[in-house]
């Protein structure tokens, strides 16, 4: 099984929290801000049109597959901002949605303009959460955007993730990616649908990056359970 994988799911690169521990991060979170930056290296970028509902992946701007399955790192979600200008993205900064010590306020974000805003020129906050691919390939995945829509989803898997830690039941979702079409103001537009296949533990996410499981297995709920450290 692929390091990146291991990287992204184990806890060598991201806090490892106990599920109480997890919700009340989520919730501080939230209250921060009125309510885990991934290697670029490693990482494919994914976008969304509202207009067209189409996604775009990478540099290629590939179209993603709507029956390939996905795990969300909880811990992956950032906040940011990003500045648009002649309808192209010109800066962007972000930072993890559970370190907001490193948050900038609007006031300190640097100035771009002149900006139009007749056509949503310049600065919009940002949301957005990291997966890997379970395909074999374990593409590690960011999915940002400044849509309401888009942002508004991205803040209901998040809750999702939080109230299930709460509760106590396996808080990783694996996804796959849709869209669902809404009408706002007379216009038909698109937002992105994040379809949760099944959720698992930390543990059973573990085990299937170091080979423990197969995707089968995972997929069909196949729970692993710590196994404690005998002592020396």
């Known amino acids: 099984m692929s390091n990146d994988l291991m ?30 930056a991934r290697d670029a290296a490693f990482t494919q970028y994914l976008s969304f049109s509202g207009k067209t509902g189409a996604y775009a992946l990478g540099k290629d701007r590939d179209d993603i597959d709507p029956d390939a399955l996905f795990l969300v790192e909880p811990m992956s979600f950032t906040d940011g901002w990003i500045c648009w200008k002649s309808s192209k993205p010109v800066d962007r900064i972000e930072w993890s949605y559970f370190d907001q010590g490193r948050a900038v306020d609007e006031g300190d974000l640097p100035d771009h303009g002149p900006y139009n805003s007749a056509m949503g020129e310049g600065w919009s906050s940002l949301r957005g959460l990291g997966c890997v691919s379970l395909d074999g390939d374990t593409t590690q995945i960011k999915f940002s955007s400044n849509s309401i829509s888009a942002k508004n989803s991205i803040n209901d898997l998040l809750n999702e993730i939080k109230d299930r830690s709460r509760r106590g039941e396996a808080p990783i979702p694996v996804i796959h990616f849709d869209k669902q079409q809404f009408e706002a103001q007379g216009a038909k537009n698109w937002k992105p649908k994040f379809v949760v296949e099944v959720w698992v533990t930390r543990d059973s996410a573990n085990a299937y990056a170091e080979g423990g499981l197969t995707l089968e297995e995972l997929v069909s709920g196949v729970t692993v359970k710590k196994v404690a450290k005998k002592k020396k």
């Open 7 to 36: 990287a992204f799911v184990s806890g060598n690169e991201l806090p490892v929290l106990s599920d109480d521990a997890l919700a009340d991060a989520i919730e501080q979170a939230q209250a921060a801000t009125g309510e885990a």
